[in-house]
């Protein structure tokens, strides 16, 4: 009998030991989650100095990423915009080369 009495003893200590790394393991994601959600925005000042008039399409996409929206052509321009309502970068492209450029909230 004092046998089981030890060895739930020593279960009741491994429990609360692996709940305890458990809590750690969720509290250690849900920090990178944070992190890597406030670091992932590639719309700020310095991102948006970068783009350079005559810049082609594909060098914005590599400073900026993918654009979140893009007009229809209307003879070979079309605007793109990266961001949200409050915090956002434009660009107006001619053919494929970046001929204005404008930002908001950055």
Known sequence: MLYWLKKTGDQKRQMKRIISMIKLLVLAICVFSILALAGCSKVNKENYNKIKIGMS????????????????????????????SDKQIKIKFAGDTVAWRSSKGI
Do not use: R
């Open 57 to 84: 399409y594909e060098e914005v996409v590599g400073v900026l990423g993918k654009p979140d929206t893009c007009e229809e052509p209307v003879l070979k321009t079309k605007s793109c915009m990266w961001g949200a």
